[in-house]
């Protein structure tokens, strides 16, 4: 069975660019979470994706945005990167039903170099 | 204001040791907590969860975890640690909505 994947695993990129990161959610799972670390950090929640819709948004910049796919992967989009945007960019997965704070599964990551 | 307290950013231990990682919390709710674990350059590993019931955890690789309400904590220990348990250790609460609030992590440095 596999897990979470993501691709690519590393990215290098120049500030004002634009970046495409995705994200197959482990079998079985239909809500996908993106999340960054900054070097150091613990990771911040970006947003979740359910049903194709954005469920819940965290403090980040309409720069980022993203999207579900009926087969339940993922995209996660930035625009006009900045030098700030360096990070390991993290999607997780869990299964579906209504309410509580189900298991969340994370794929390796995607490392982004924005230079 | 909801978050994830790891006092201690790096820890040694000598390999055999005990081990206990702390981690506090505030949440306005009843908390889901988690332990998660990163190796250099790597996604997060789940270890193990706390949903209600025992308080006391026990999770993959030999990890127990403990909540107590009272104190806010939820601390992470091992009875004798491996050297391939080096890695840095998240600590993060949830609820309804899956969101997950993580620390800052504690970095573990293990000693033969």
């Known amino acids: 069975d596999a897990g979470v994947t993501q691709s690519p695993t590393h990215l290098i990129k120049t500030r004002g660019q634009q970046v495409t990161l995705r994200c197959s959610p482990k079998?079985?799972?239909?809500?996908v979470s993106w999340y960054q670390q900054a070097l150091g950090q613990g990771p911040q929640f970006i947003f979740q994706?359910?049903?194709?819709?954005?469920?819940q948004r965290g403090n980040f910049p309409d720069r980022f945005s993203g999207h579900q796919f009926p087969n339940y992967s993922s995209e996660l989009n930035v625009n006009a990167l900045l030098l700030g945007d360096s990070a390991l960019y993290l999607c997780?997965?869990?299964?579906?039903?209504?309410?509580?704070?189900?298991?969340?599964?994370f794929g390796p990551g995607t490392r982004l170099l924005v230079l | 204001a909801q978050s994830v307290t790891q006092p201690d950013i790096h820890i040694t231990v000598s390999e055999g040791a005990s081990l206990e990682l702390r981690c506090n919390y505030s949440?306005?709710?009843?908390?889901?907590l988690f332990w998660y674990v990163q190796s250099p350059g790597q996604g997060l590993q789940l270890l193990l969860k706390?949903?209600?019931?025992?308080?006391l955890v026990q999770g993959i690789k030999g990890f127990e975890a403990e909540f107590k309400r009272s104190q806010s904590s939820f601390n992470l220990r091992k009875p004798s640690v491996h050297w391939s348990d080096a890695a840095e250790y998240f600590c993060?609460?949830?609820?309804?909505?899956?969101?997950?609030?993580f620390g800052t992590g504690t970095r573990l440095q293990v000693f033969p």
């Open positions: 997780a997965s869990s299964l579906p039903g209504a309410g509580g704070s189900k298991t969340q599964y």
């Open positions: 079998s079985g799972h239909d809500t």
């Open positions: 994706y359910y049903e194709e819709e954005e469920r």
């Open positions: 949440y306005g709710a009843t908390p889901y």
């Open positions: 706390y949903f209600s019931g025992d308080t």
């Open positions: 993060a609460v949830g609820h309804n909505t899956d969101k997950l609030i």
